[in-house]
């Protein structure tokens, strides 16, 4: 059996709203013999007659009475799919959003974002994930909606990526460390023992590493899977940790940070998501949610080092 034309249902529609052949041709820009034809091949695929004549005008079947309404809604609920979906109503917006990211975004935006999705729209939830790698399998596959990070240039081409604000590493150290005491030296600074931050748990892997002078060499005590577990050794030992200024400003409070005594790289965090949620209106909104908590943390934080 041979599927229907289904665009035979637009046609339907207006004849049956309009109950004339002539004024359903004149509304779909038809001549009166093409709208004939087309009821003719409407007739035959429902097995019915539909317009019947009545005098002077055409009246409807109790089939096509009794389709009216339902192929009316076909076609309005067909152009609803078809049409690109503009509005949101963030109040009924029932949606949980998983977001990969460092334990420093997390610490230093996560409050602020979760206030404003919460205030916006109360039915959404966050899942926070830690980053381990720079694998964008997750955000192709939709186990992760958005994701943030420096892009590398081995990140795919069918990622989407936006800036978010720029960074730059600091110095941190607890107080009272030799080097809070003036301004500290390149030599000083890589003559101290260091813990460093590496995804692989490897020295090579470092993630700061790709921003300092390539040939600097720093004593390294230590290895940790992120920034918050470096600033928590760096404050209860003379370990000193190079961090993300702007990723990390709420995890140094009560800590000595200084800029670099050596000659480092700034770079700009970007968020990531897959191009499907280009288009999607809740994702659109979650996206301007985070520029606007980046966008507002970074005026209140700038100048601190």
């Given at each position: 059996?041979?599927?229907?034309?289904?665009?035979?249902?637009?046609?339907?529609?207006?004849?049956?709203?309009?109950?004339?052949?002539?004024?359903?041709?004149?509304?779909?820009?038809?001549?009166?013999?093409?709208?004939?034809?087309?009821?003719a091949r409407l007739r035959e695929t429902t097995g019915d007659p539909l317009l019947?004549?009545?005098?002077?005008?055409l009246v409807l079947t109790p089939r096509a009475l009794a389709l009216r309404e339902r192929v009316h809604q076909l076609v309005e609920d067909a152009g609803a799919v078809l049409r690109p979906?503009?509005?949101?109503d963030l109040t009924r917006l029932?949606?949980?959003?998983?977001?990969?990211?460092?334990?420093?975004?997390?610490e230093s935006f996560g409050p602020d974002l979760l206030a404003r999705i919460g205030e916006e729209a109360p039915g959404v939830r966050l899942h926070f994930l830690q980053k381990p790698d720079k694998d964008s399998a997750p955000l192709r596959d939709g186990r992760v909606d958005l994701e943030t990070g420096v892009i590398e240039a081995s990140l795919g081409p069918e990622v989407r990526s936006q800036a978010l604000f720029r960074d730059r590493l600091v110095g941190v150290v607890r107080a009272g460390h030799r080097l809070s005491a003036g301004k500290p030296t390149a030599k000083?600074?890589?003559?101290?023992?260091?813990?460093?931050?590496?995804?692989?748990?490897h020295e090579d892997g470092a993630v700061e590493r790709p921003f300092l002078p390539p040939g600097l060499v720093r004593?390294?005590?230590?290895?940790?899977?992120?920034?918050?577990?470096?600033?928590?050794?760096?404050?209860?030992?003379?370990?000193?940790?190079?961090?993300?200024?702007?990723?990390?400003?709420?995890?140094?409070?009560?800590?000595f940070s200084f800029r670099l005594p050596v000659p480092a790289i700034e770079f700009t965090v970007s968020m990531l998501w897959h191009p499907r949620m280009d288009a999607d209106p809740?994702?659109?909104?979650?996206?301007?949610?985070?520029?606007?908590?980046?966008?507002?943390?970074?005026?209140?934080?700038?100048?601190?080092v």
């Open positions: 059996m041979s599927s229907p034309d289904l665009n035979l249902l637009i046609t339907l529609d207006v004849l049956l709203a309009e109950g004339s052949v002539a004024r359903a041709a004149q509304r779909l820009r038809l001549s009166p013999s093409a709208m004939s034809r087309a009821l019947v004549r009545a005098g002077r005008r979906d503009q509005a949101i029932a949606r949980t959003f998983t977001l990969r990211t460092s334990d420093g975004f997390v000083g600074y890589a003559g101290a023992h260091h813990v460093i931050v590496s995804r692989s748990g004593k390294v005590g230590t290895i940790v899977g992120g920034f918050s577990a470096a600033l928590s050794l760096a404050r209860a030992s003379d370990l000193v940790a190079t961090v993300p200024d702007r990723h990390t400003a709420s995890l140094r409070d009560g800590m809740a994702h659109r909104w979650l996206r301007a949610c985070v520029r606007a908590v980046c966008a507002s943390e970074m005026e209140r934080s700038a100048g601190t």
